[in-house]
Protein backbone atom coordinates (compact mmCIF):
# COMPACT_ATOMS: atom_id res chain seq x y z
CA UNK A 1 0.00 0.00 0.00
CA UNK A 2 1.38 3.33 -1.19
CA UNK A 3 2.54 5.84 2.21
CA UNK A 4 -0.64 8.05 1.11
CA UNK A 5 -3.42 7.95 3.81
CA UNK A 6 -6.85 6.52 2.64
CA UNK A 7 -8.76 9.84 2.34
CA UNK A 8 -12.09 8.00 4.69
CA UNK A 9 -11.31 4.93 6.33
CA UNK A 10 -14.30 3.22 7.26
CA UNK A 11 -15.97 4.10 10.97
CA UNK A 12 -15.09 0.13 11.85
CA UNK A 13 -11.59 0.86 11.07
CA UNK A 14 -11.96 3.68 13.21
CA UNK A 15 -12.93 1.98 15.68
CA UNK A 16 -10.37 -1.24 16.21
CA UNK A 17 -7.40 1.87 15.61
CA UNK A 18 -8.83 3.82 18.50
CA UNK A 19 -9.37 0.04 20.14
CA UNK A 20 -5.70 -0.42 20.12
CA UNK A 21 -4.63 2.68 20.86
CA UNK A 22 -6.87 2.54 24.13
CA UNK A 23 -4.22 0.47 26.31
CA UNK A 24 -1.44 -2.45 25.53
CA UNK A 25 -3.38 -4.98 23.36
CA UNK A 26 -1.71 -8.68 22.68
CA UNK A 27 -2.48 -10.93 19.84
CA UNK A 28 -4.61 -13.01 21.50
CA UNK A 29 -7.33 -9.92 22.63
CA UNK A 30 -6.87 -8.82 18.87
CA UNK A 31 -7.82 -12.25 17.46
CA UNK A 32 -10.79 -12.93 20.31
CA UNK A 33 -12.36 -9.36 19.87
CA UNK A 34 -11.86 -8.53 16.15
CA UNK A 35 -11.50 -11.91 14.14
CA UNK A 36 -14.14 -13.10 12.03
CA UNK A 37 -14.60 -15.64 9.21
CA UNK A 38 -16.92 -12.79 7.60
CA UNK A 39 -15.14 -11.67 4.65
CA UNK A 40 -17.36 -8.18 5.03
CA UNK A 41 -15.61 -7.67 8.24
CA UNK A 42 -11.84 -7.94 7.55
CA UNK A 43 -10.93 -4.80 9.77
CA UNK A 44 -8.00 -7.09 11.64
CA UNK A 45 -6.61 -8.48 8.11
CA UNK A 46 -7.08 -4.95 6.57
CA UNK A 47 -5.23 -3.14 9.14
CA UNK A 48 -2.57 -5.32 8.77
CA UNK A 49 -2.56 -5.13 5.20
CA UNK A 50 -2.46 -1.08 5.19
CA UNK A 51 0.01 -0.87 7.62
CA UNK A 52 -1.75 0.53 10.47
CA UNK A 53 -1.37 -2.24 13.23
CA UNK A 54 1.57 -4.31 13.91
CA UNK A 55 2.51 -7.51 16.12
CA UNK A 56 5.63 -7.02 18.19
CA UNK A 57 7.99 -10.07 18.74
CA UNK A 58 7.46 -13.10 17.41
CA UNK A 59 8.24 -17.41 17.81
CA UNK A 60 5.76 -19.36 19.99
CA UNK A 61 4.20 -17.05 22.37
CA UNK A 62 2.16 -15.41 19.20
CA UNK A 63 -0.61 -15.10 21.66
CA UNK A 64 1.49 -12.30 24.32
CA UNK A 65 2.60 -11.00 21.57
CA UNK A 66 1.93 -6.56 21.64
CA UNK A 67 0.03 -5.69 18.99
CA UNK A 68 0.27 -1.90 18.51
CA UNK A 69 -0.47 1.03 15.63
CA UNK A 70 2.25 2.16 13.44
CA UNK A 71 2.81 5.62 12.99
CA UNK A 72 0.45 5.40 9.94
CA UNK A 73 -1.94 3.95 12.12
CA UNK A 74 -1.44 6.56 14.82
CA UNK A 75 -2.07 9.37 11.75
CA UNK A 76 -4.97 7.79 10.68
CA UNK A 77 -6.54 7.14 13.58
CA UNK A 78 -5.29 11.39 14.77
CA UNK A 79 -6.91 12.53 11.00
CA UNK A 80 -10.29 10.96 12.25
CA UNK A 81 -10.44 12.55 15.69
CA UNK A 82 -9.69 15.90 14.32
CA UNK A 83 -12.71 15.46 10.88
CA UNK A 84 -14.67 14.25 14.08
CA UNK A 85 -14.47 17.41 16.45
CA UNK A 86 -14.38 19.69 13.78
CA UNK A 87 -17.80 18.11 12.41
CA UNK A 88 -19.46 18.14 16.00
CA UNK A 89 -22.54 20.69 16.11
CA UNK A 90 -21.95 23.51 17.92
CA UNK A 91 -24.23 23.87 21.14
CA UNK A 92 -27.41 25.98 21.34
CA UNK A 93 -26.85 28.66 23.64
CA UNK A 94 -30.14 28.82 26.21
CA UNK A 95 -32.59 32.20 26.15
CA UNK A 96 -30.48 32.76 29.44
CA UNK A 97 -27.45 33.11 27.64
CA UNK A 98 -28.67 35.32 24.80
CA UNK A 99 -30.19 37.68 26.81
CA UNK A 100 -28.45 41.08 27.14
CA UNK A 101 -27.27 41.31 30.99
CA UNK A 102 -29.08 44.08 32.97
CA UNK A 103 -26.50 44.48 35.47
CA UNK A 104 -24.42 47.92 35.22
Known sequence: MPDSIKPTP???MIQ???WVADR???YADAMDAWRTSCPRLSVWEDAIIEDLV???GNGASRGAS????TRRGRAVLQKAKNASQSSEPKRARSPAERA???QH
Open 16 to 18: FLA
Open 10 to 12: SLI
Open 100 to 102: PSL
Open 66 to 69: AVTL
Open 24 to 26: PRT
Open 54 to 56: RIE
